[in-house]
T-cell receptor, first 113, second 116 residues
Framework: AQTVTQSQPEMSVQEAETVTLSCTYD???????LFWYKQPPSRQMILVIR??????QNATENRFSVNFQKAAKSFSLKISDSQLGDTAMYFC??????????FGAGTRLTVKP | DADVTQTPRNRITKTGKRIMLECSQT?????MYWYRQDPGLGLRLIYY???????NKGEISDGYSVSRQAQAKFSLSLESAIPNQTALYFC???????????????FGPGTRLTVL
């Protein structure tokens, strides 16, 4: 079974600084997908970024980027120029081809003014 | 209007009561999922459906049942609610891509259920 581990239960960062959230996963699959979801206090699950395992290039979405290390089974999220609105729970998730998602336990990020 | 809606948004019920959580989507997606979120555990899959006639158990299906009434509707039932089913419940949808690349899952706003 696939497992997803987020080793940082809580993190904080000063506004405008950069922060990196860690995620590791365990799988024997070669074709899969990785995601970061954001859950603000409104509790809505919002997709931040996704990465296809067959793509070597790291995904980026504006201030959000990932460092995908397939051999190491690592998928970290970097948030640049942190904003107060980035305060939220962040979940890393793994999905096999056409299958269900497995989520990590989450990292609570607080952006301080 | 939201693409994935859940009703109710909040519900308080008593032990032993039957309760149904409903999910509707206007995205036209074939696949629908029910997840449960508990503090410190992330989201865990309860049931999923790849089309109206296809229902599958997830990681934690005991104590739950589902019904896929139509492509757009997927309901989760707790036949006899118990306090440890107090949690945040999410519905999600996903399209069935034919290009070989899986689609992202899109989540509803969640239902906060409290069982006293």
């Amino acid at each position: 079974a696939q497992t997803v581990t987020q080793s940082q239960p809580e993190m904080s960062v000063q506004e405008a600084e950069t922060v990196t959230l860690s995620c590791t996963y365990d799988t024997s699959e070669n074709n899969y997908y990785l995601f970061w979801y954001k859950q603000p206090p409104s509790r809505q699950m919002i997709l931040v970024i996704r990465q296809e395992a067959y793509k070597q290039q790291n995904a980026t979405e504006n201030r959000f980027s990932v460092n995908f290390q397939k051999a190491a089974k690592s998928f970290s999220l970097k948030i640049s120029d942190s904003q107060l609105g980035d305060t939220a729970m962040y979940f890393c998730a793994f999905m096999k081809q056409y299958n269900d998602m497995r989520f990590g336990a989450g990292t609570r990020l607080t952006v301080k003014p | 209007d939201a693409d994935v809606t859940q009703t109710p948004r909040n519900r308080i019920t008593k032990t032993g009561k039957r309760i149904m959580l409903e999910c509707s989507q206007t995205k036209g997606h074939d696949r629908m999922y029910w997840y449960r979120q508990d503090p410190g555990l992330g989201l865990r899959l309860i049931y999923y459906s790849f089309d109206v006639k296809d229902i599958n158990k997830g990681e934690i299906s005991d104590g739950y049942s589902v019904s896929r009434q139509a492509q757009a509707k997927f309901s989760l039932s707790l036949e006899s609610a118990i306090p440890n089913q107090t949690a945040l419940y999410f519905c999600a949808t996903q399209s069935k891509k034919t290009s070989g690349v899986a689609d992202t899952q899109y989540f509803g706003p969640g239902t906060r259920l409290t069982v006293l």
